[in-house]
């Protein structure tokens, strides 16, 4: 859902894209109001920079183990209910993590 994002930017606004899964963007929807786009793919970080990643995971942890990191749960859902919890986050409407529990 990347053309939305570009739409919502400001003159000379700058939007950070992380994953694939947002669509193409017109080159002149950016030209247009001086707006920059760019990406991120924390898999190749790992790859080409495997030290600075392996840092970034130990300090993540490390704030997920002293509660300053909290994931936001979009929802949580049973085995019965997996299905719908698929199509959540394929249609992309979750605002957050999808949850299976047993």
């Known amino acids: 859902m990347l053309a939305p994002a570009v739409g919502a930017l400001a003159a000379g606004g700058r939007l950070v894209a992380y994953g694939s899964g947002g669509g193409t963007v017109r080159a002149y929807d950016l030209l247009v109001g001086a707006r920059t786009m760019t990406g991120l793919q924390i898999a190749r970080i790992a790859r080409e920079e495997p030290r600075l990643y392996e840092a970034w995971r ?10 300053a990191l909290r994931p936001v749960v ?7 209910e997996a299905a719908g919890a698929h199509e959540v986050v394929t249609s992309r409407r979750n605002l957050g993590k999808v949850v299976l529990v047993p």
Not at 74 to 80: E, L, N, S, T
């Open 58 to 67: 130990r300090e993540l942890w490390d704030l997920f183990a002293d509660g």
């Open 74 to 80: 979009h929802g949580r859902f049973g085995p019965a």
